[in-house]
């Protein structure tokens, strides 16, 4: 696929007329890099508006004890930049990305990006909605850290990301919801126990969705 196409795929620019894209593509590179590259560190400044095209990120930051907090997957077709200040003509990274798979990138020039599409009100409405995802992604943070206990937490790790969490090893889910892996073994053989879940060759299977999304939303409302 050429730039052009490949940019025209993502639906972040599925509006952008053939003109519009032309354009983009004077300011765009495509870069492909290997597992375990680090995009950027927090608190770093960068010119350049990233988006994943295809392979899987992880956010993360790192507390005063040197501990890794996990934050949230970013998925292909998405945009791995975060934007807090569209005055501003340089990006400020407020937490670590790095690549989970081998993935292909694409870098816009952001200062000329903001010139050219978001000053001229081309691309805000997308902008807007990529902004509400990030929120909705820190709210659940917000729930998993501070809200949540063990069961809450798996529970709502099965209804957002079942994939992945029958891809991930049970220590680096432990690690990730900052439970022991004990403790998620006890969880998974409730949920069993109770008919919401299956575990067939490993992988978890829901058999109750409503039942399981009711476990974490409760905690919510309470």
Known sequence: MSLKEIIKSQDFFSSLSDSELDLLCEITTLHSYEEEYILYYENSHTQELLFLVSGLARAYKIDKHDNEIFLYYI?????????????????????????????QILKINYKKFKEKFLDANILCQALTQEIVKRSSQLQSLINREFIFDAVSKVSMMLIDDLEMFNKLKRHDISLMLHIQPATLSRVLSRLKRNGIIDIIHGKVVIKDEEALCSIYKDKIDD
């Open 75 to 103: 998925y292909e077709n998405s945009m791995i930049s975060e934007i807090t200040d569209l005055n501003a003509s340089t990006l400020y990274a407020y937490s670590n990305v790095e690549l989970v798979e081998e993935s």
